[in-house]
């Protein structure tokens, strides 16, 4: 489930996309043993539903293609798929020269995501205000208190940019609220000290005492 930031979040309801792709490629589609329930996060197949991982110039206009990307990239990760048995799926309503071009964004995403750094993703996650991309580097074996080179922490960065999603989603996977950076700054003194022309930031600080932050 990817919750996407253009979805409007009306009282308690929230919206989601969802992001389907087959996960065995030999079955037939539907077949009598299809099926769809909640199972553990996998963070490789978090990490092929993102669009920067395939190096793909992302818009409408491109979604038919990108979702065939999408397809062949979780077909070469979780059934060690081949070109031809991709091909054989689709050749008798796509070109061979797009089926091939989609194969390769597909395999550029699998490295790409074989590739990835649990503590960038982390950092990531809190700079761009992204729970998932956060529960994708934890699952990865990220260490949510790692500090940076001065000191700071996932939390400190969130704090600092105002982003109240990855605060909580750091949080609840057990960030210290009041880890100190090198100079003693903790979460909850950065965004106070980010706050006094943005209102934005100044409710992240809000938030983070109501988490019980030291406000002393």
């Known amino acids: 489930f990817i919750e996407k930031s253009t979805i409007s979040l009306s009282g308690e309801t929230v919206s989601v ?7 065995e490629i030999h079955k037939g589609n539907p077949s009598p043993s299809s099926s769809l329930k909640a199972e553990n996060a996998d963070p ?20 038919p293609q990108v979702t065939l990307a999408k397809q062949a ?11 031809g048995e991709f091909e054989e799926r689709f050749r008798s309503v796509l070109p061979s020269a797009v089926l091939s071009g989609m194969w390769q964004l597909g395999r550029t ?30 699952l990865r074996g990220a260490a949510v208190n790692q500090r940076g080179s001065s000191g700071e922490t996932a939390l400190h960065l969130a704090a600092q940019r105002g982003n109240r999603a ?23 003194m950065v ?26």
């Open 166 to 188: 990855a605060i909580y989603a750091l949080h609840e996977a057990g960030a210290n609220i009041n880890a100190q950076e090198s100079e003693g700054w903790t979460p909850q």
């Open 73 to 83: 990239a979780v077909w070469q990760y979780t059934d060690r798929a081949s070109y």
């Open 17 to 23: 996309a969802i992001d389907a792709y087959c996960a």
């Open 44 to 63: 490789m197949l978090m990490c092929l539903s993102r669009a920067t991982r395939y190096n793909f110039a992302w818009n409408s206009r491109v979604q």
């Open 109 to 138: 995403a699998v490295i790409n995501c074989q590739r990835a750094d649990s503590a960038t993703l982390l950092r990531e996650g809190a700079a761009a205000n992204d729970p998932s991309l956060i529960e994708e580097a934890i």
């Open 191 to 216: 965004a106070i000290a980010e706050s006094k022309s943005n209102e934005v930031k100044s409710q992240a600080a809000a938030y983070l005492l109501a988490l019980k932050a030291d406000p002393t």
